[in-house]
């Protein structure tokens, strides 16, 4: 039997996009306790019960955790529309700009 190729050769553009983190919980030392960043209460016992509080509170489902930093920030994306292109130049019969 013959293997298939298939090969894509298709150049796609991406969107550009606007990144959006807002700092929701931050780590409450010692251990694996979080609190949220506007906030010193309620503490969390965990990080799952952290986020699943913010998300509770704000329906957000994407999550951008720094360890090291000990923060956690919701992630929103937004595409930036390119702008319009210029119109056209157009010339009269005698080749000057109108």
């Known amino acids: 039997m013959g293997e298939k190729r298939v090969v894509f050769d298709k150049k796609v553009k991406m969107a550009?996009?606007?990144?959006?983190?807002?700092?929701?919980?931050?780590?409450?030392?010692?251990?694996?306790?979080?609190?949220?960043?506007?906030?010193?209460?309620?503490?969390?016992?965990?990080?799952?019960?952290?986020i699943e509080w913010v998300f509770q509170q704000t329906k957000e489902t994407n999550?951008?955790?720094?360890?090291?930093?000990?923060?956690?920030?919701?992630?929103?994306?937004?595409?930036?529309?390119?702008?319009e292109p210029e119109p056209p130049k157009t010339f009269n019969i005698y080749g000057e700009f109108e």
């Open 16 to 50: 550009e996009l606007d990144v959006k983190l807002k700092p929701v919980l931050k780590r409450f030392p010692p251990g694996d306790r979080w609190t949220p960043t506007s906030a010193e209460q309620p503490i969390f016992s965990s990080l799952t019960e952290g």
């Open 63 to 83: 999550y951008v955790i720094k360890a090291a930093e000990g923060k956690v920030f919701t992630y929103q994306e937004f595409e930036i529309t390119p702008p």
